[in-house]
């Protein structure tokens, strides 16, 4: 629907869909009308000229992730039912009533000490969850007021059980720090952005599949789910863990409209394509890369060469090809050699360079063929790049050609010394933030050779 969206904006079809739209999005039920007009825009469109087959949810994309397959088409019948019923479940809700275990917060109006009695319109088992979390909120008492509460107010949620067990300490430190200044009602929005970026992990993420699983299993699904990620699915909970702890850097970083998370969070998966020609959008590839799980793997061409910055996660890059301008490939690995980036942190801390912290770049290539030739011969002009940053003098031979009739005994090994100037950077006497003015001193700016 939203690729669908973007391809016939603008047009008149476009127009009245989306003002169709818009008045529907209180509706449970689609019109008829509506799903003409859907239809009508799928066979102008698109290759799909079975709009039965669309309607039955039918049609997969083959190249897509499996999984993404299994639980969205009816082709796959057990996984489609499972995630129609994940919006149902409260597995991905925090009762907030676990709040008041934070000193000098508690909940106050007797109305506590009786059972919970829900309106009508509460009929899931998500419903219940929001409904008292809607009436805790209103409650909260930054005094500390403590009053008696009913049981049924205090049910435990996957993530209670989750940020009370295998996750108790970083959840306690994310606490911690979103309560430094006492305020309420920052903390509800911190709190709401965290499960929604957590309920992407599960409902469309690394999460889901483990969350499929334990499903299946006999038992509360709280416990089966914890005990599933601890022996089969480790790196969904490192995932969860890195989230908590670099919380504040994934949002400013991905997220500065919140309202947009969720829709950030669609279709992941372990490896992505990104191309012009592909009908995801590039900059959601990148915001989903930006965070520590899926997708692992982004394959893509010069279309993610620059504009958007794949850092935060990852240290590791692969040149399928190469392009003979120097520079270019320094803006292509560039996409990942950037300040706060996960090389920079981990060099930062261990404060000299090794190989678990080095950012490490890597120019595949088939041995005995052209390939070679090409490969010595960027490696070079590379090099000759990185000496004129400091020696303008130096001038770069444009040839962007090579030959198979040249022997390369050897590929040129990569620049790892230390820059230094040939200037005398060093001779201005200044502190730093002096006000006054600076002197040229004798002998600035003769070379030093």
């Known amino acids: 629907m939203i690729d669908l969206l973007d391809h016939v904006s603008g047009t008149e079809l476009g127009d009245k869909l989306d003002a169709q739209l818009k008045g529907h ?9 509506y799903r003409e007009l859907l239809f009508d825009l799928i066979q102008e469109f698109s290759n799909w000229k079975n709009t039965d087959e669309l309607a039955d949810g039918e049609k997969e994309e083959q190249t897509r992730y499996f999984f993404l397959n299994y639980f969205s088409s009816k082709q796959y019948i057990e996984g489609y039912r499972f995630k129609k019923r994940l919006t149902t479940k409260d597995w991905f809700r925090y009762n907030y009533y676990y709040l008041t275990e934070i000193e000098g917060l508690g909940i106050k109006g ?13 009929k899931t088992e998500a419903n219940r969850i929001d409904f008292i979390n809607d ?5 909260l008492a930054i005094s500390g007021i403590g009053v008696e509460v009913d049981e049924s107010y205090k049910k435990r949620t996957f993530f209670n059980c989750l940020f009370d067990g295998v996750l108790h300490k970083e959840f306690e430190n994310w606490i911690d720090e979103k309560w430094k200044s006492n305020d309420l009602e920052y903390l509800i929005v911190e709190l709401n952005t965290l499960q929604e970026i957590l309920r992407g992990v599960f409902r469309n993420g690394s999460g889901l599949l483990p969350c499929f699983i334990a499903d299946a299993h006999d038992g509360e699904f709280e416990e089966v789910i914890i005990q599933v990620l601890k022996d089969s699915f480790p790196e969904v909970i490192e995932e969860i863990r890195t989230i908590l ?11 500065s409209d919140r309202s947009k998370i969720r829709y950030a969070m669609y279709n992941q998966a372990p490896v992505v394509p990104a191309s012009g020609e592909h009908s995801k959008d590039v900059s959601g590839i990148a915001t989903q890369f930006r965070m520590p799980g899926f997708p692992y793997v982004v394959i893509t061409t010069d279309v993610l060469k620059e504009g958007e910055d794949l850092h935060t996660y990852c240290s590791d890059i692969y040149h399928y090809g190469i392009a003979w301008n120097p520079s270019d490939m320094e803006q292509r690995t560039g996409r990942i050699d950037r300040i706060n980036s996960k090389s920079y942190f981990k060099l930062k ?29 960027v490696f070079k002009k590379m090099n000759a790049f990185i000496d004129t940053f400091y020696d303008v003098t130096i001038k770069i031979e444009k040839e962007s050609t090579t030959s198979s009739d040249e022997i390369v005994s050897h590929i040129p090994p990569q620049i790892k010394r230390q820059l230094s100037s040939k200037y005398d950077y060093d001779t201005f006497e200044i502190e730093y933030d002096s ?7 004798q002998g600035t700016g003769v070379s030093r050779e």
């Open 25 to 33: 999005l209180s509706r449970s039920t689609i019109r008829s009308k």
């Open 135 to 139: 009436r805790i909120i209103e409650s």
């Open 245 to 255: 702890i670099d919380f504040d850097k994934i949002v400013s970083v991905n997220f």
């Open 110 to 122: 007797k109305e506590f000490n009786l059972p919970v009695s829900y309106d009508e319109k509460v």
């Open 349 to 377: 801390e261990a404060k000299e360079v090794t190989f678990d912290n080095s950012l490490h770049v890597f120019y595949p290539y088939l041995s005995d063929t052209l390939e070679v030739n090409q490969v010595a011969k």
């Open 435 to 441: 006000k006054e003015q600076l002197e040229i001193l």
